[in-house]
């Protein structure tokens, strides 16, 4: 499968404690975003990559959430310190582009529970 | 910024009939739209797009209709089929960040 891939596709903590959500483009995608949804919800901008460069950051994006993309490939998301309203499904797309707007292609998503 | 409407939370069409899902956004800077099908516990699927030089686009069995005018937007799908039982996002792209509606669940009665 050549699609975007996630991993975990679940992941439960606890209050307080620390996350890391890998996200596996596709491969030669130069592009890479990251959203959140909740239930019931559509998918919430939070961040964009342009190869290694973080180019956009959402005000959704608190002090507590990171992300990378080192290599300009995979990208990690991290939450520390969780809290219960980080529960949500987290979800990476990719894309090949070098104006605006093109098609997305989403990964399947990392679902958090924050107890 | 964006904001981006369905709508209709839920719609239910006849097998075989044609479904049409109605979307608003409010940033007329907004310059491409894209329509995404979710299915329970996956990532939202693309399904067709268009850009703001275009009023209407045609695929496989799917029609997307932009009025710029009114800032509208909508999907057709032909001759529904279970199999488009899902949830239906409508999403609008100002620079190359996405806002999505809140979708719009399709329904398919035998």
């Known amino acids: 499968d050549t699609g975007v891939s996630q991993d975990p596709r679940h992941k439960i903590t606890k209050r307080g404690q620390n996350v890391t959500f890998r996200c596996d483009p596709i491969?030669?995608?130069?592009?890479l975003y990251w959203y959140r949804q909740t239930l019931g919800q559509g998918p919430e901008f939070l961040t964009y990559?342009?190869?290694?460069?973080?180019?956009?950051k959402s005000r959704l994006l608190s002090d507590r959430f990171s992300a990378e993309r080192p290599k300009g490939s995979f990208s990690t998301l991290e939450i520390q310190r969780t809290e219960q309203g980080d529960s949500a499904m987290y979800l990476c797309?990719?894309?090949?582009?070098?104006?605006?707007?093109?098609?997305?292609?989403f990964g399947p998503g990392t679902r958090l529970t924050v107890l | 910024g964006e904001s981006v409407g369905l709508h209709l939370p839920t719609l239910s069409v006849q097998e075989g009939d044609n479904s049409i899902i109605n979307c608003a956004y409010s940033?007329?800077?907004?310059?491409?739209f894209i329509w995404y099908k979710q299915e329970s516990g996956k990532g939202p699927q693309f399904i067709i797009d268009?850009?703001?030089?275009?009023d209407k686009r045609q695929g496989q069995r799917v029609t997307v209709l932009l009025n710029k005018t009114v800032k509208h937007l909508s999907l057709q799908i032909a001759a529904t089929q279970p199999g488009d039982s899902a949830v239906y996002f409508c999403?609008?792209?100002?620079?190359?960040?996405?806002?999505f509606g809140s979708g719009t669940q399709l329904t398919v009665l035998p």
């Open positions: 940033n007329s800077a907004s310059d491409y």
């Open positions: 990559f342009q190869n290694e460069a973080q180019l956009e």
């Open positions: 491969s030669e995608h130069n592009r």
């Open positions: 999403a609008a792209s100002t620079w190359r960040q996405l806002t």
């Open positions: 268009i850009r703001s030089n275009m």
């Open positions: 797309a990719s894309s090949y582009g070098q104006g605006d707007g093109d098609e997305q292609f």
